[in-house]
């Protein structure tokens, strides 16, 4: 059975602090990985990852995928209380009818003190 | 701006009184998803549209239906909502790319009471 699983569940950090947050998979078919942050609301895109080890960046936050080992990790530097959301990592998949489907893990809830 | 958006964003329902949620998008994508997503849980695909093609998910209840009149909308239908089926529905698009990864598009999604 296709799973998707991230650790840890939930986390509580300072501000400033740095985080790593940990997507594991196993699927078939997988065609690329997606970081997304989730507020009170939809989730806001991230980070896509199709290639292994090359680490994507967006300001204080990087990504990389280990397709060999599969799994990815988001890192979190210099963290800040509007980081506080769930981090959820989705896989998607390539073949036959579950073509470009997600399925996401179970998310982390960060939360970030003052 | 392109976007996918959903209508309305709030929805109150009485149990067993059908209900409709809407998704339209502007960018033209060839994949419309539904996913319901319960509280303090990772969203779950119910269905999905390749162009006119739908697919169902094996473990979607009966009770959820979906049209795709045309290329820019996609209605999820609730026949006979429960208190169960109170969660965030959220719409997304994407269009598949042969090499290289998936555009993907979320809507703001519709939070569904059932009172």
């Known amino acids: 059975e296709d799973k998707v699983v991230q650790s840890p569940l939930s986390l509580v950090v300072h501000e400033g602090d740095t985080v790593t947050l940990n997507c594991s998979y196993e699927v078939t078919n997988f065609r690329s990985l997606l970081w997304y942050k989730q507020e009170k609301k939809a989730p806001t895109f991230l980070f896509m990852l199709t290639s292994s080890g090359i680490e994507k960046k967006s300001g204080r936050l990087s990504s990389i995928l280990d397709k060999k080992e599969l799994f990815s990790i988001l890192n979190i530097t210099a963290t800040q209380t509007g980081d506080s959301a769930v981090y959820l990592c989705a896989v998607v998949y390539a073949g036959g009818t579950s073509y470009g489907k997600l399925t996401f893990g179970q998310g982390t809830i960060l939360t970030v003190h003052p | 701006d392109a976007m996918v958006i959903q209508n309305p964003r709030y929805q109150v329902t009485q149990f067993g009184k059908p209900v409709t949620l809407s998704c339209s998008q502007t960018l033209n994508h060839n994949v419309m998803y539904w996913y319901q997503q319960k509280s303090s849980q990772a969203p779950k695909l119910l269905f999905h549209?390749?162009?006119?093609?739908?697919?169902n998910e094996a473990d979607t209840p009966d009770n959820f239906q979906s049209r795709r009149p045309n290329t820019s909308f996609c209605f999820l239908d609730i026949r006979s909502p429960g208190l169960g089926d109170a969660a965030m529905y959220l719409c997304?698009?994407?269009?598949?790319?042969?090499?290289?990864?998936?555009?993907?598009?979320f809507g703001s999604g519709t939070r569904l009471t059932v009172v």
């Open positions: 997304a698009t994407s269009r598949l790319i042969i090499r290289g990864g998936v555009g993907y598009t």
């Open positions: 549209y390749y162009d006119k093609d739908f697919n």
